[in-house]
């Protein structure tokens, strides 16, 4: 997992080119991201997965042309709904999901309200309840991390997946 950094809210606009939430430069245009405000909404999960299944499509990552391909783009469903039910259980709910695609990564972030720090379960145990989202995040992902909100309570948690093989 990567270090927790705060971040204004200004920093926040993948379609504006401003300064990215990881200290870079965000040069993802309208064309690559996605912003779905989830503040008040119920079926917050399902939303969510079709809210990325949809982007996915748009993308071209869906329909799947290869099993690589359906893999990368189930990895990207599975990993988008553990951190938002993971925000549901443990942060008081997600206020936004953001996606954003590069040509090498899939980048998704999960905004909420909650104070807590989300942890793979250690150690993992494979028949115990519950538990296992930040796990599944950790085994699926090329990396993780935890963004401070430096203007307002909460926290960003986001997650990468490397994009499939064109």
């Not at 040069?27 to 999960?45: F, H, K």
């Not at 079709?50 to 990368?72: C, E, I, K, N, V």
């Amino acid at each position: 997992m990567s270090t927790t950094r705060p971040y204004a809210a200004d920093d926040r606009g993948p379609e504006t080119g401003a300064t990215g939430r990881d200290g870079g430069t965000d040069t993802v245009g309208p064309d690559n991201a996605r912003r779905l405000p989830l503040t008040g909404e119920s079926g917050i999960v399902p939303r969510a997965r079709d809210f990325t299944r949809q982007a996915l499509h748009d993308w071209g990552w869906l329909p799947a042309a290869s099993a690589d391909r359906r893999a990368a783009a189930e990895d990207v469903l599975l990993v988008v709904s553990e951190l938002v039910t993971n925000a549901c259980l443990h942060a008081g709910g997600p206020t936004e999901l953001l996606l954003r695609r590069s040509p090498k990564a899939l980048r998704m972030e999960v905004l909420d309200s909650g104070p807590g720090e989300p942890a793979p379960r250690t150690p993992h145990r494979a028949g115990r309840p519950g538990g296992h989202g930040m796990f599944i995040v950790q085994r699926l992902c090329l990396d993780w991390g935890v963004i401070r909100n430096a203007d307002r309570p909460g926290k960003t948690v986001w997650a990468e997946l490397a994009a499939p093989p064109a």
